[in-house]
């Protein structure tokens, strides 16, 4: 059974940066297209961050694009989210999911993950 965990969640002020990972047991990670998605109090969940299986290619939301930076590391079976000039509006509970589409890949569509972690939290203070 294919499972996922988040860590690197916290408190921090606005400005500032955090890291999270996620690391993936049970499955074959190298074969999973990885993505990062957030979900605000109140609000639908959010696309974030997705990158190929081969982590050749990695693509952003608008809203993250040029502060967040997804890599992965498919000897160690790990995904992370280098997340820098945080800022309040980032606040929510960040999930990784593991994809195993092959052939067209829509990497914003969360219905395209099989696989999801339990998520960590991200507050941002202003």
């Known amino acids: 059974q294919v499972q996922l965990a988040e860590s690197g969640g916290g408190l921090v002020q606005a400005g500032g940066s955090l890291r999270l990972s996620c690391a993936v047991s049970?499955?074959?990670?190298?074969?999973?297209?990885m993505g990062w998605f957030r979900q605000a109090p109140g609000k639908e969940r959010e696309f974030v961050s997705g990158?190929?299986?081969?982590?050749?290619?990695?693509y952003y939301s608008d809203s993250v694009k040029g502060r967040f930076t997804i890599s992965r590391d498919n000897a160690k079976n790990t995904m992370d989210l280098q997340m820098n000039s945080l800022i309040p509006e980032d606040t929510a509970a960040y999930y990784c999911?593991?994809?195993?589409?092959?052939?067209?890949?829509?990497?914003?569509?969360?219905?395209?993950?099989?696989?999801w972690g339990q998520g960590t939290q991200v507050t941002v203070s202003s």
């Open positions: 999911a593991a994809s195993p589409m092959y052939g067209s890949w829509h990497w914003y569509n969360d219905g395209e993950y099989e696989y």
């Open positions: 049970g499955g074959t990670f190298s074969t999973y297209h």
């Open positions: 990158i190929r299986r081969d982590g050749d290619t990695s």
